[in-house]
């Protein structure tokens, strides 16, 4: 088998390659005002959605694996969940159905917002002719010092960062070349896939040997 990625994958690829780098970078930078460090996972207290893109190229990962590696991760996802626990938001939530012990089970192929956690986010919040208003959103557990927060030079552009998902996600539409029928099954009203519902899929694809 051609363990290579679908060229349709390549945009979102890069484009999550570029987030990781970009967090690599700010981290080195201001890691004194961070706590982000392995075993840190309060922000994957939440059940996110990810366009078709995303789920197809974990999909594709866990195809790719050795039968050894295989029978691992079956053996991962089947561990019990953690209980609820107050995420970054101060709210009672579950986990990520991926997170086991506080490690991220595709964190080789993790969503691309699940490699911006922790960043300063930029983002629109109101715009007219003359003024656009700009909010920005922070983990609370960093930069918790006076007058810490880095410059808006260094923040991340959560917009355009969508908009580059957007474009990956449109370019995978275009250039897919197999329907696999069994995603489309999956999504919610939106069009989009809760990572508990990719979770279930890919437990039963892999006790069934279908991936």
Known sequence: MNNRPSQELQPLINLQENSSNFFINFQNKFSK?????????KCCYVDISVFEVEAKLIIEW?????????KEFLATLELPESSEKQNTLGKKS???????NDICAIYEVRPTICRTQGLPLQYKVSENKNQVQLAVDVCPLNFTQENSLPERADW???D????????????????KKDAYKMINNLKNKQGRITLRKLNEFLIKALKSESI
């Not at 355009?160 to 250039?175: D, G, M, P």
């Open 94 to 100: 579950k986990p990520c159905s991926f997170l086991r």
């Open 156 to 158: 991340l552009d959560l």
């Open 62 to 70: 866990v195809m790719f694996l050795t039968p050894v590696k295989k």
């Open 160 to 175: 355009r960062l969508n908009a580059l998902q957007s474009i990956a996600e449109n370019f995978y539409q275009k250039n």
């Open 33 to 41: 005002n961070m706590m982000c460090k392995s075993g840190c996972s």
